[in-house]
């Protein structure tokens, strides 16, 4: 079964802290991974991630994927009010096109 | 990017009802669209694959006569929840797209 797992499920740190959210996945044809940020409605794109070692960044967030560990990391830096949200780590099969989610990592940032 | 609307954004009905909504693709043509469920504080879970012609696929543990898809046309699916119940009442959200799947703003189902 296809499995993603994101670490940890909720986490609370004050702004300007910088927060790294993780995902590992176990999936028999993988294509991409992607990060999407949630606030109170759909998804937000953030990044698709295919080859590893390749950081991928955008203003304060960046991300990199292992394929060798099926790993991947999400970097945000000197963290805002404005980036509390649900991150989704999701795994895009080959062929399918469909993805699969992680549960999710909720995080608050406190001023 | 690509731009998915749905409608409605939100749908109240009681008991024993059927509710339908809809996926649009504004500005690019989809012959495959996703719908997923969403309660609350927990992730997102794909459905169903919807596909413009033929018969949707169901993801393992989804009802295809409860929740009926039509893929009718290349920028419109629709889901129909039929014969609501409480349990049904989610957050239901499709997505469209080639190399990127773009999602839509959700709808949010409340079964009374």
């Known amino acids: 079964e296809d499995k993603v797992v994101q670490s940890p499920l909720s986490l609370v740190v004050h702004e300007g802290d910088t927060v790294t959210l993780n995902c590992s996945y176990e999936v028999t044809n993988f294509r991409s991974l992607l990060w999407y940020k949630q606030e109170k409605k759909a998804p937000t794109f953030l990044f698709m991630l295919?080859?590893?070692?390749i950081e991928k960044k955008s203003g304060r967030l960046s991300s990199i994927l292992d394929k060798k560990e099926l790993f991947s990391i999400l970097n945000i830096t000197a963290t805002q009010t404005g980036d509390s949200a649900v991150y989704l780590c999701?795994?895009?099969?080959?062929?399918?096109?469909?993805?699969?989610f992680g549960q999710g990592t909720r995080l608050t940032i406190n001023p | 990017g690509a731009v998915v609307s749905q409608h409605p954004s939100r749908v109240i009905c009681k008991s024993g009802t059927s509710v339908k909504i809809e996926c649009r693709s504004l500005?690019?043509?989809?012959?495959?669209m996703f719908w997923y469920r969403q309660f609350p504080k927990q992730s997102l879970m794909l459905m169903a694959t919807?596909?413009?012609?033929?018969?949707?696929?169901?993801e393992q543990g989804v009802e295809k006569d409860k929740f009926l898809i039509n893929h009718a046309s290349l920028t419109l699916s629709t889901l129909t929840v039929t014969s609501a119940h409480p349990e049904d009442s989610s957050f239901y959200i499709c997505?469209?797209?080639?190399?990127?799947?773009?999602f839509g703003p959700g709808t949010r189902l409340t079964v009374l």
């Open positions: 919807s596909n413009e012609g033929s018969k949707a696929t169901y």
């Open positions: 997505s469209a797209g080639y190399n990127e799947q773009f």
């Open positions: 500005d690019f043509q989809a012959t495959t």
């Open positions: 999701a795994v895009e099969l080959q062929g399918a096109q469909k993805l699969v």
């Open positions: 295919t080859s590893s070692g």
